[in-house]
């Protein structure tokens, strides 16, 4: 989950984020102090994890700029099969590496690297992808680019893209589709099938 200056933070961060649905429900895992942290609201989370409860369990899915974990953690809880969270910042990284140990979460594994390196380098299939890159950056229509590569996504594999409101929406790549949209404040989330 990416980082962006905010006049007024959203309520959980820093703090705390509160994981919504599955194992881990109602609980509770700090959010480190990080310039501009700001983890997806919960109502948003709760109305993407509706839309993908048919598909979760056992699903191979990213979180590639993690931040807070928010979107990873609730993957894992609600019945992924593996979670990758990747997180340039290796203090950030470090904070989510102790929340996995925390929750005994053996399915989730930390990386500390930049997202789009990582694209271009990564060869695993996933089912489901978050992207909530910074704001402002331009970041979302690179991560498209490099998930359209053959053998990145599997067959009907999700694309989860979180952006400012006031942001252009990013070109989708010649057939994938929207196929929901939930907004919350300045925040405007896309559900993407490819």
């Known amino acids: 989950m990416g980082a962006r200056p905010a006049?007024?933070?959203?309520?959980?961060a820093p703090g705390r984020l509160r994981i919504i649905g599955g194992q881990w429900r109602s609980r509770r895992l700090p959010v480190?102090?990080?310039?501009?942290l700001r983890p997806t609201p919960d109502r948003v989370r709760e109305t993407?994890?509706?839309w993908l409860q048919p598909m979760i369990s056992g699903a191979r899915c990213l979180d590639l700029f993690a931040g807070s974990g928010a979107l990873g953690f609730e993957a894992a809880s609600r019945g992924a099969a593996t979670v990758v969270m990747?997180?340039?910042d290796g203090r950030v990284a470090a904070h989510l590496k102790t929340q996995v140990t925390a929750l005994g979460a053996a399915h989730v594994e930390i990386l500390a690297r930049d997202g789009l390196t990582y694209l271009a380098t990564c060869d695993d299939g996933f089912d489901l992808v978050f992207l909530d890159p910074p704001y402002g950056k331009g970041l979302l229509s690179g991560c498209l680019v490099?998930?359209?590569?053959?053998?990145?996504?599997r067959p009907g594999a999700r694309v989860y893209l979180e952006q400012a409101l006031s942001e252009p929406a990013p070109e989708l790549p010649t057939g994938w589709t929207v196929v929901?949209?939930?907004q919350a404040g300045e925040v405007l989330g896309r559900l993407v099938a490819t």
């Not at 006049?7 to 959980?12: D, T, Y």
């Not at 480190?32 to 501009?36: L, V, W």
């Not at 490099?146 to 996504?153: E, K, N, T």
């Open 7 to 12: 006049k007024h933070p959203r309520p959980g």
């Open 32 to 36: 480190p102090d990080g310039p501009g």
């Open 48 to 50: 993407l994890f509706n």
């Open 86 to 88: 990747v997180e340039r």
């Open 146 to 153: 490099h998930l359209s590569r053959p053998g990145l996504l």
């Open 180 to 182: 929901k949209e939930t």
